[in-house]
């Protein structure tokens, strides 16, 4: 049984202080949901992250912290990047690794991504790995072969018990912001077919129990529909997830 995930990256957006003030907007609005039936995750800046951190271990809030990004070594002289040990320290379940904006504003590559698996793993974090197709590889119909291409670096000598508990997130690039999102068929059929590559390359078993999201414009109206199809289990929100109560409105409309 897969328990749907919906998780807000919050990108480049909120101070510390604005962090607080929307995490407990959410936590009222969300205060009625059944933690079984749906986890949410705030995904903050690395600067609000402690912050946060207290708010929801103070007030008791039903939700889990993700951080955005990691360096891909666990210490040592790289000035300015935050380690896997930093962020599981301030009781971080998740991050993201290989965002698409990771990937094309920060040059970001498979192997690097494949390394942050490995190091977020060695932590005792879980990653949230991002794929997905430019609208120029989505329109020369590419995007099987570039989510899998991703897909196999990114998981590539990580053994079968960790892929278990990675989320992977199908974030098409043209839908990112954009307010276009794929169709809930198009979204199924290419999160299905992640999961038959996971699936080749681990067994059916463990691509069965792992949870694959959909990101790119998920607001309330289309997160239903989205959610509800058989390999969709949750969304990767952006935009949506930076007010309360679109965000809250996405968690109710999926649970
Ligand atoms: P939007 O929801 O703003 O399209 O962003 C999606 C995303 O990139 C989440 O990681």
């Known amino acids: 049984m897969r328990v749907t995930l919906i998780a807000g990256n919050w990108k480049m957006n909120n101070t510390h202080l604005e962090g607080m003030r929307l995490v407990q907007q959410i936590g009222h609005e969300i205060a009625d949901v059944n933690p079984q039936k749906v986890e949410v995750a705030v995904c903050p800046p690395f600067t609000a992250?402690?912050?946060?951190?207290?708010?929801?271990?103070?007030?008791?809030?039903?939700?889990?912290?993700?951080?955005?990004?990691?360096y891909l070594a666990e210490e040592g002289?790289?000035?300015?990047?935050?380690?896997?040990?930093?962020?599981?320290?301030?009781?971080?379940?998740?991050?993201?690794?290989?965002?698409s904006e990771r990937r094309e504003i920060l040059g970001e590559n498979d192997d690097e991504v494949n390394l942050k698996v490995k190091v977020a793993y060695g932590a005792g974090l879980t990653p949230i790995i991002c794929c997905?197709?430019?609208?120029?590889?989505?329109?020369?119909?590419?995007?099987?072969?570039?989510?899998?291409?991703?897909?196999?670096?990114?998981?590539?000598?990580?053994?079968?018990?960790?892929?278990?508990?990675?989320?992977?997130?199908?974030?098409?690039?043209?839908?990112?912001?954009?307010?276009?999102?794929?169709?809930?068929?198009?979204?199924?059929?290419?999160?299905?077919?992640?999961?038959?590559?996971?699936?080749?390359?681990?067994?059916?078993?463990?691509?069965?129990a792992m949870?694959?999201?959909?990101?790119?414009?998920?607001?309330?109206?289309?997160?239903?529909?989205l959610m509800s199809q058989p390999d969709i289990d949750g969304a990767l929100v952006g935009g949506?997830?930076?007010?309360?109560?679109?965000f809250s409105a996405i968690v109710k409309a999926v649970t």
């Open 132 to 208: 997905g197709e430019t609208e120029s590889e989505h329109a020369a119909e590419e995007t099987r072969s570039k989510v899998e291409r991703q897909i196999q670096a990114a998981l590539a000598g990580v053994g079968p018990d960790r892929v278990r508990s990675a989320v992977i997130a199908y974030e098409p690039i043209w839908a990112i912001g954009t307010g276009q999102t794929a169709t809930p068929k198009e979204a199924q059929t290419t999160v299905a077919y992640i999961r038959s590559v996971v699936s080749d390359m681990v067994g059916a078993d463990v691509a069965g």
């Open 240 to 246: 949506a997830s930076l007010e309360a109560a679109e």
């Open 77 to 99: 002289a790289f000035t300015g990047e935050i380690s896997a040990g930093m962020l599981k320290a301030l009781n971080v379940t998740y991050v993201i690794l290989g965002h």
């Open 211 to 225: 949870r694959l999201l959909y990101g790119g414009s998920v607001k309330a109206g289309n997160a239903k529909a």
């Open 49 to 70: 992250l402690r912050t946060i951190q207290t708010l929801i271990d103070a007030d008791r809030y039903d939700l889990v912290l993700g951080a955005q990004n990691m």
